[in-house]
């Protein structure tokens, strides 16, 4: 399922080359309600980063990723009490300012094709050595800047099973996808990017806690369903887990999903999405496409980004 060479020895969009004019228009023609949706976790101290937290269970042997990143870090560098030599403009006039200190991947996120590799090599026979501690010279996130506003679809696996949050040792495969789409009545066509739903989040959202979610195994995409959206040339895919893949469930094998989408199709993945409100409106309006824009933050070198996805239905 290599994609190395397919758009030139030079490309490092990967699929996201599938996104055409066409396609955009198609996805403004997806937009019937006006509905629109934040698929963004917040970004603050009790984000999805639990460092005291400890490593989810594995059965099976399964691989599981390292934990060590941490939730953005808000600083007031003005604020609205500060004296008038700290913060005034004069004439009574005052200002507020910030800063803040995050990992680029601790919630709502794209991975850049820069974020995993093998035998030494990135997507489209990049080195990996060209990402160096100054960033990554090719594949970084800031050359996508523009590749994630298509059409969206969702893909509802949970509801597909009639639960709201699917168990912890299931794998999402291709025959899940193709009867989550059957369900919808939707073709998944080249250029979509493919919204994975398990229901995980629907527990962060009752209770506030991520605790309980990074402790335990987590379902997600397995390899068969990267060969299913392969298949169809699909722009890119998002899921509403930590790690897009299945997390504590199969052999002891090093981040598989990972290595197959980003290293060897060009195939970006996001994490964290959250999708309980725009699952609900799907399921009540009867429509799982819509226009979907999730720009990353366009950082130089970067090897991902957080993104605050925008559905419109």
């Known amino acids: 399922m290599s994609n190395w060479g397919r758009w030139g020895e030079d490309d490092e969009r990967g699929l996201l080359n599938t996104i055409t004019p066409a396609k955009r228009v198609e996805a403004a023609q997806s937009v019937v309600h006006g509905i629109v949706h934040s698929l963004a976790v917040p970004l603050g101290a009790g984000g999805p980063q639990v460092p005291d937290a400890p490593a989810p269970p594995s059965t099976n042997g399964a691989w599981r990723p390292p934990q060590n990143r941490s939730n953005p870090v808000h600083t007031m560098l003005a604020t609205g009490s500060d004296p008038q030599e700290v913060n005034g403009l004069g004439g009574g006039a005052h200002f507020t300012d910030d800063v803040i200190y995050m990992h ?26 060209s990402v160096t501690s100054a ?13 994630f ?68 195994p987590q379902p997600g995409v397995g390899i068969s369903a990267v060969e299913w959206v392969a ?3 699909v722009a890119a895919i998002a ?74 239905l």
């Open 135 to 147: 960033g990554a010279r090719y594949l970084s996130i800031d050359k996508v800047a523009d590749g």
């Open 149 to 216: 506003l298509s059409r969206g679809v969702l893909l509802d696996i949970a509801r597909l099973h009639g639960v709201e949050t699917l168990p912890g040792d299931h794998v999402i495969d291709g025959d899940d996808l193709e009867a989550a789409a059957d369900a919808a009545g939707v073709a998944v066509t080249p250029g979509d990017i493919v919204i994975i739903r398990t229901g995980l989040l629907s527990e962060w959202a009752l209770t506030g806690s991520w605790a309980a979610i990074k402790r335990r």
């Open 231 to 233: 298949e169809r040339d």
């Open 104 to 129: 680029l991947q601790a919630a709502t996120q794209w991975d850049a094709l820069s974020h995993c590799y093998y035998d030494d090599q990135l997507y489209n026979g990049k080195p990996a050595s």
């Open 239 to 312: 899921t509403d887990n930590t790690a897009a893949e299945a997390l504590g469930t199969g052999k002891a094998l090093k981040g598989p999903v990972h290595m197959l989408a980003l290293r060897d199709m060009g195939l970006h993945l996001g994490e964290y999405w959250f999708l309980e409100d725009l699952a609900a409106d799907c399921a009540r309006l009867e429509q799982s496409t819509f226009m979907l824009s999730a720009a990353p933050l366009p950082f130089e070198n970067a090897v991902g980004s957080p993104t605050n996805p925008i559905a419109l």
